[in-house]
């Protein structure tokens, strides 16, 4: 199993609600997509947190746009007159993550109406699996897209993996669910963490460690995210939100 490759034809426009000035680009599949560059300040391993993160919360039922990768050849984004993008563009030349636009979708702030107290528990079950912190009211990275929630951005995930050398707090990391979007439904959570620990299954793990191209995944690198990741899943009363069971 591997992400489809596209290449990039057109730098559309800046997306600025963000930290990591992704782009809106065309791809020669006629494809419009959110280019995430692997030279944004986080580097390739935000990508790499994309991808792995992005498809646990897919094959555990949740929405999240399809993920490409893409090929950038910097010279699209020459009539670009912003410094700041002509200089990401430029380091970012290569291989990046194109993640499939939403057109018309809007960042959802609870206004809309709320998911189901299941899918709320889910997605707070799983921001916590994974440590991600990009989840609150300030910046929910969440968009509505056709009624529907989607899950976006999930680069800051994973976040042991900037430092090897402490990863092995990640095991039994606590999880500050007070910021969280979904905090409300922490009483929840450990209603649905059985069903959840157990279709996140060694195979689930390797494939989507799997999808991570070689060109931002140090050799054997692979195994120390399986390691961490099934040592988490394991210790489970550590970080779970709503206590443990
Ligand atoms: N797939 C998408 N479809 C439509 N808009 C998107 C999509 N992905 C991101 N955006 C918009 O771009 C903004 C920045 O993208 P995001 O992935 O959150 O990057 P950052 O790392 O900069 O926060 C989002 O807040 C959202 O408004
Ligand atoms: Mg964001």
Redesign the pocket.
Known sequence: MSLPIVTATRYVLP?R??????GVVEGNDLGTY?L?FHGAGQGPK?LVAEIIVGELFRRLGLRV?ELKLMELDPAIGKSEPDHEIQELLIRSAGLNLA?????G?F?YDGSSGKPDDTTMARILWLDAYVANV?RSWR?T?L?VWHKDL?L??H?AALYFHHSWMSAERFTTLPYDAADHVFADVAPAVPGIDAELAAAITPQLLVDAIGLVPDEWIAEGDRDRYLGHLTARLADRSAWLPGGAR
Request: negative net charge; glycine residues 16%; hydrophobic residues 40%.
């Open positions: 997306l609600e963000g930290g990591s000035l992704p959110v995430k935000a746009p993640v499939d636009f939403l057109p979708s960042g990009d910046n990275n968009l989607w976006i951005d680069g």
